[in-house]
Nanobody, 123 residues
């Protein structure tokens, strides 16, 4: 599966953005999809992930209650809705997919990666 993240941009603190992760290839619903982010000078960190069907999602504590992941398997797309953004959310955001992984937060557990999309939150 090939992934392409989009939707990044510049937003003021308190604002919202929605990122998309479009997948090509068959059997998109066979993949768990996760979102990660990497701020300058920092390691890549887990943001959240959504299950194959989209019925379940889990999040990093830092984004819980502000970010929501959803997916539309008919459109082969996963979304990351980000609300109440603040400058610490500034990072390059990546989507990743894996067939068998659920619940893991380590980036090494995901096999397929898209290119990142930059989110910049100004104060």
């Amino acid at each position: 599966v090939q992934l392409q993240a989009s939707g990044g941009g510049k937003v003021q603190a308190g604002g919202s953005l929605r990122l998309s992760c479009a997948a090509s290839g068959r059997s998109f619903s066979s993949y768990v999809v996760g979102w990660f982010r990497q701020a300058p000078g920092k390691e890549r960190e887990f943001v959240g992930a959504i299950s194959w069907s989209g019925r379940s999602a889990h999040y990093a504590e830092s984004v819980m209650g502000r970010f929501t992941i959803s997916r539309d398997n008919d459109k082969n797309t996963v979304y990351l809705e980000m609300n109440s953004l603040n400058p610490v959310d500034t990072a390059v955001y990546y989507c990743a997919a894996d067939k068998t992984n659920w619940g893991a937060t380590e980036y090494s557990r995901y096999e397929y990666w898209g290119q990142g999309t930059l989110v910049t939150v100004s104060s």
